[in-house]
C-alpha cells in the first residue's frame, strides 16, 4: 500500500501567523481567515481519517533513535498492536512514533500519522500507511483522540506530557470516554507517578481514581491484552469475518 500523503502547508500559513493570532486582538478579517483555515483543517482531516479504522494512538519521544532500548520497546508494541488488530496511530515523526508505526508495518498492519508542522522542520517517518499533517497542535491533538480507543505512553518530553495529561484530563472530566491509557517504561515514570501520588493525591488535587486511570506496564503483550479486554467489554468492538483480524463497532 502505498502512502496516502496531505499537500503540505503553504509558507504564507506557517508559525508567524499563528504567533500574530495569539499576540491578542487582531483585526476581524484576519481572525475570520484564521478560523476558516482552522476549520478546513479540521475537515481534511475528518475525511483522510473516518476510514482508518478503530485505532489505538501511540505517543513517546522524536529524540531517541534505532539502538535505544526504548525505540526497541515501540517496535515491539507496534507489532502486538497491529496483530490484535487495531490501526496504529502516533504524531507522525520519528524516534519513538516511527518505530511504534514500523513494528505495525513489519506485522502487516496498518499505520497512520498525524504530523505537525514545525519550523524545525519535522517529515514524516517512512513506515505511514496514511499521514496527515498538521498546522496547529490543537487540531492534531483532536483528531489523534477522535479516532483511538486507547493511548499507549512511552518515554517523552514536553509533548508527550501535554498528550498524556490533556488524554487524561479529557477523561477525569467526562468529556471523553474512559479509554484506556497504558504508561510503558516504567523506571522512566516512577518519578512523576511518585509525584501524582505523593503530592497531587496527598494535597487532595486529584482523587484515588484519578490516579487508577494510568495503566503501568513494561509488557507490550501485557499493554495489549489490557487494551483489548477494555475494546471487548466496554466499547463493544469485535473482530469482523475477515481472514485478517480488524475491529468493528457492534451494533
Not at 120 to 140: E, G, K, T
Not at 185 to 212: K, V
Not at 229 to 238: K, N, S
Request: hydrophobic share 40%; glycine share 10%.
Amino acid at each position: 500500500m502505498g502512502i496516502d500523503r496531505q499537500a503540505p502547508a503553504t509558507p504564507a500559513q506557517g508559525p508567524a501567523e499563528e504567533r500574530r493570532f495569539l499576540r491578542g486582538p487582531q483585526t476581524r478579517g484576519f481572525e475570520l481567515r484564521f478560523a476558516l483555515r482552522i476549520f478546513a483543517e479540521f475537515i481534511g482531516g475528518f475525511r483522510r481519517l473516518h476510514f482508518v479504522g478503530p485505532c489505538v494512538t501511540v505517543f513517546g519521544s522524536a529524540r531517541f533513535g534505532e539502538e535505544h532500548p526504548h525505540y526497541a520497546l515501540a517496535r515491539e508494541l507496534g507489532r502486538e498492536l497491529a496483530g490484535a488488530g487495531f490501526t496504529v496511530m502516533t504524531g507522525g515523526g520519528p524516534g519513538l512514533m516511527e518505530a511504534a508505526n514500523r513494528g505495525a508495518k513489519e506485522a502487516g498492519g496498518r499505520s497512520v500519522g498525524c504530523n505537525i508542522e514545525l519550523p524545525a522542520r519535522q517529515p514524516p517517518n517512512p513506515y505511514l500507511d496514511v499521514v496527515v499533517n498538521f498546522r496547529h497542535f490543537f487540531v492534531r491533538k483532536v483528531l489523534l483522540v477522535k479516532y483511538s480507543y486507547a493511548f499507549v505512553v512511552l518515554p517523552g518530553g514536553y509533548g508527550t506530557l501535554d498528550e498524556v495529561f490533556e488524554t487524561a484530563t479529557l477523561i477525569q472530566t467526562r468529556k471523553i470516554e474512559d479509554f484506556p491509557i497504558v504508561l510503558m517504561g516504567a523506571d522512566f515514570w516512577a518519578p512523576l507517578l511518585g509525584l501524582l501520588r505523593d503530592r497531587l493525591l496527598a494535597e487532595g488535587t486529584i482523587d484515588p481514581a484519578d490516579l487508577d486511570l494510568l495503566y503501568v506496564t513494561d509488557s507490550p503483550e501485557e499493554a495489549v491484552q489490557h487494551i483489548r479486554d477494555v475494546a471487548l467489554d466496554r466499547f463493544h468492538l469485535t473482530y469482523g469475518p475477515r481472514a485478517r483480524r480488524r475491529w468493528f463497532l457492534r451494533e
